[in-house]
């Protein structure tokens, strides 16, 4: 796995809405995480927006269109949208263990 691939294994749980500038909830430009064993993978459709990890502020990554970013369980992070984009943000998580029969 590198950092712009998923861990093995996850399923698609949800996708969101499609967000731009004028949709985008506010608690994404905001310092947040995804919980504990779900994974997110931002992928913008349009446009260009800016995703930082708080860890590392001082490294935005710049993420055009037909570009993705992989975002950890609980690792913080925000957007900033300085010009018009959109978006959408997948969950994926591992699946569920089925009881054997």
Same mark, same amino acid.
């Given at each position: 796995m590198t950092d712009d691939e998923l861990p093995a294994g996850l399923e698609l749980t949800r996708t969101t809405a499609v967000f731009d500038q004028h949709t985008v909830p506010p608690g994404l430009l905001a310092a947040h995480r995804v919980a504990?064993?779900?994974?997110?993978?931002?992928? #913008?459709?349009? %446009? /260009?927006?800016?995703? #930082?990890?708080? %860890? /590392?502020?001082?490294?935005?990554r710049r993420v055009g269109a037909g570009e993705h970013v992989i975002i950890p369980p609980s690792r913080p992070h925000h957007l900033e949208l300085t010009e018009p984009a959109t978006f959408v943000v997948e969950f994926h998580r591992l699946p569920a263990e089925r009881p054997s029969v």
């Open positions: 504990e064993g779900l994974w997110g993978r931002l992928v #913008v459709h349009s %446009g /260009e927006l800016t995703f #930082v990890f708080e %860890g /590392e502020a001082d490294e935005p």
